[in-house]
């Protein structure tokens, strides 16, 4: 495994903004007033990056990321979600109807960062992004995302439209998208690992690592406590 060594930095540009480089994980958050209210104290407390998908607790996390931001999302945040999870869910017209729905739970006009949620098996990866580009040019996706992939589909990906992030399994002990980090950090993409914190490690131990690997990777640990976000938060004041 190579590791970059350059002067650490506690933010990271995504999607035209520049943002702390710990985010949020919301694939438990369900649809409850006090979930609407831990995003909102998550944000003041500094959160910048939250991470959502279309499939998530049935829709319901993006249902509260909308209820809990709104059309007045404060600036500098981030949110970003994803589509085609399932297969044959990376038809074009199954990713234009998931994208129109995240747009309106998530009551914006714009999402700031869109991922292909999985390759499809059913459905060339071309075409898929291809549903994709049409709304980055229509002006309701500002940038673009692809998940759980490797180098090569990056590329292919590239030549389709510009990638901003990846999202891989990637932690401690999760090491096979090691390349992938690499070739992130030379292209200038930002790496999001998701589970991060598995593997291995107390969490602040994992965070530092990941931090630590490449001044591209953005993790994005899982959490329903303020308490626990202020803390993933700190990993970024303590290097």
């Known amino acids: 495994m190579s590791t970059t060594h350059t002067t650490f930095s506690s933010t990271i540009q995504l999607a035209g903004r520049e943002v702390r480089r710990v985010g949020l994980g ?3 958050l369900t649809n409850t007033p006090a979930n609407v209210e831990f995003i ?25 990321l909308g ?16 589509g085609g999870f399932r297969p044959g869910e990376g038809r074009p017209d199954v990713l234009r109807a998931q994208i129109d729905e995240s747009l309106r ?34 002006g309701v996706i500002r940038t673009v995302g692809i998940s ?13 439209v510009p990638i901003a992030a ?7 002990s999760e090491l096979k998208h090691d390349a992938v980090v690499d070739h992130c950090t030379r292209e200038g993409i930002v790496f999001v690992p998701f589970f991060p ?30 308490e626990h976000l202020k803390e993933n938060l700190g990993a970024l004041d303590r290097r």
């Open 197 to 226: 914190l598995r593997g291995g490690g107390s969490p602040p131990e994992a965070l530092a690592w990941l931090l630590d690997r490449s001044p591209a990777v953005l993790p994005i640990p899982g959490t329903l406590s303020l």
């Open 105 to 138: 739970r998530l009551r914006t006009d714009v999402i700031d960062l869109y991922y292909l949620h999985r390759v499809d098996p059913e459905t060339p990866l071309e075409e898929s992004l291809g549903a994709i580009a049409e709304r980055v040019e229509a």
């Open 40 to 64: 909102r104290a998550a944000v003041a407390a500094g959160l910048q990056h939250i991470d959502t998908a279309h499939l998530y607790t049935g829709g319901e996390s993006e249902t509260t």
């Open 67 to 82: 209820a809990a931001l709104g059309e007045t999302r404060p600036e500098g945040v981030v949110v970003a979600t994803k």
């Open 166 to 172: 990846v999202q891989n399994h990637f932690n401690m």
């Open 26 to 28: 919301t694939n438990r």
């Open 148 to 160: 759980e992939v490797s180098v090569e589909q990056i590329e292919r990906a590239r030549r389709v």
